[in-house]
């Protein structure tokens, strides 16, 4: 077997930009010895449970095929039991998507969509054998998100079938579908399992439907089917998992060589439907803790991992299991979730630089720096509470333009400042919704106690802007700008008053001014203050006909998306922007001309590429020499560490 895991960072110093690009960003680890954490990759975790080294005990494989932790990474199992400690991991070889591995009469076999690697514990992708071309199965579902491909015995005839887990998102259309009522005009994500049975002489037939009560299945998408006996009766059932959260279990009614099915029913935890916490979740079946039944092993969203514990025992509803468990390993490197949107600030007055996060949940969270200097050890992240409740901002049914399925996401985004003048810390805080809001720091300083949300609210002039796409209106005062972008509380006019820098409900860059008036801390609407200078690396943002500075020019599920931080990153007295890139974008202050500020796009501050979707960017000065540095969350939900030599 090849292991393999170095980290190359190509380095190219471009003329102009006042940075080193050589090994310039560092993933920044716990540095906590002994500390166990939540076993982890980066966005999407495809779990293969496996004795992958031969000593006796499961491992895992996880695939995660998104930027920048991609790979298929090897956690040997370190303790035994059943909920073994997991060393770090060692990536193995490069993702690929919709790969499956499956566990047939002892022996591990690896396919895509059509294509076996008979020879992947060698060579991995090297040597494959195309089973079906495309046109075997291209009339199931076109584009699927999800095409997942697993050899089975489906009759138990001593030949190797495969099942096809299939998504179809046409009905569904994914984006700007509500009507004026906030209801979604589009159809349902659908799901959809296939047999491919090999026929006489080693034949294969055309992809059949699995037939459950005597109808195709049919789920809320999905994202993974696993063919086993979950109730201990000898004959094969099926775990299905949807895009958002659930699992529905499928009895087999008939025999182990005749299969019939009854229509799914969810998997429930205590007699409640199990909604895992985060979308996307990926199921593998194997007996875990050795004890002769079924159990999940769950990958979700964020790259981590559930235990799924069969108990053997069976109701109405089905097998019966206990409450997902998270898998545990060794420390390595600090995370917090997927998409993780870090602020760096002294949140426990301890006289060091901790981190405020949000992430694609929802949540919001504190992780404490316990000291360290320039290379800070962390503690485990911990969820922020307001009001005694777990802050936890979601989208619901219709908070997401882009619909329904993105009901459990939340995309916080944040900054931490006093926003009220009354010596505390605050949380300024917009999200998947696009309502900007704060939570009040009611505690005392070095004991932060968050009260409820409430809106931020606006001195408008008539009637509350909002972006023509949304169907819901802010209701009185209340911010509605685009959604998953910074709201960044920051003295921009230096009176000495918070006032807020972030999008418009259009998408240019304004500058909301704070003033205060009778009694009141007050905030006038935003103003456009902000223009662009083209440069050779201007490829994200772009000036309207009249000059001003419009950082995301798409709409619907396009818009929005930015997040940044301000500092001077080039020490000329002047503030700048750092905006989120493949990395980060280095907006330079060039000064002020006809009443704008001119910010000139330097292009990124590194080479390496962090994101597939988006990064977020804070500022650090870990070694306390006065010079800022940078921070960059990334879309792996790991953190990503820059020195500024700019001195």
Partial sequence: MKFWGTLIFVSIFISGIAQNKQEDLVR??????????DL??????????????????????????????????????????????????????????????????????????GVAFPDFFNSYFEKPDTLFKESFYQSIVKKPRFNLWRYIDF???????????VDDWQEYGWDNAFNDKGEWTNGPLHGTVYLVK?????????????????????????????????????????ITAEFVDRLSWFENTGTRKKPEYAAGKFIKVNGEVLH???EMVVPSAIDWDGNGTVDLIVGEEDGRVVFLKNTGKK????????????????????????????????????????????????????????????TPKWAKPVYLKADGETILIQAGENGSIQGPAERKWGYTTLSVADWNDDGLLDIIYNSIWGKVAWFENIGTKGNPRLAASKPVEVEWNGTNPKPSWNWWSPKG?????????????????????????????????????????NGQLKLKPGKRIFTGRSSEFTRYFSNDDKGLLRLNTREAGGSGRRKFCVVDWDRDGRIDFLVNSDNVNFLRNVGEKDGLIILEDMGTLSEMDLAGHTTSPTIVDWDKNGTPDLLIGAEDGHFYYMKNKND
Avoid at 28 to 37: A, R, S
């Fill in 28 to 37: 920044i680890k716990y540095n906590n010895p002994g500390l166990i954490t």
């Fill in 40 to 113: 982890g990759v980066g966005l999407w975790a495809w779990p293969f449970p496996m004795d992958f080294d031969k000593d006796g005990d499961l491992d895992l494989l996880i695939n995660c095929p998104d930027k920048p932790f991609n790979g298929i990474w090897f956690f040997e199992n370190k303790t035994g039991g059943s909920n073994p400690i997991f060393k770090t991991p060692v990536r193995l070889t490069e993702s690929k998507r919709n790969l499956q591995i499956s566990n047939i009469d002892g022996e591990q076999k690896v396919m895509l969509p």
């Fill in 155 to 165: 009759e138990k005839d001593g030949d190797l079938d495969f099942v096809i887990a």
């Fill in 198 to 238: 090999q026929g006489r002489r080693g034949k294969y037939e055309a992809p059949k439907p699995v037939l459950a009560d005597g109808k195709i299945i049919d789920t809320y998408g999905i994202s993974g089917a696993n063919f086993e006996d979950f109730d201990g009766d000898g004959d094969l059932d099926i």
């Fill in 276 to 278: 895992l916490d985060l």
């Fill in 315 to 374: 109701d109405t509803d089905g097998p019966i299991f206990e409450p997902p468990v998270y898998v545990q390993q060794e420390q390595q490197y600090l995370k917090f979730g997927a998409l993780v949107t870090p602020y760096s600030v002294d949140w426990d007055a301890d006289g060091d630089e901790d981190l405020i996060c949000g992430n694609t949940a929802g949540y919001i969270g504190f992780i404490e720096n316990l000291g360290g200097g320039e």
């Fill in 477 to 517: 005062k209340n911010l509605a700008t685009q959604w998953r972008t910074t709201p960044l509380a920051y003295d921009w006019n230096g009176d000495g008053w918070m006032d807020l820098l972030m999008l418009d409900h259009e998408g240019y860059l304004a500058f909301w001014e704070r003033y205060f008036e």
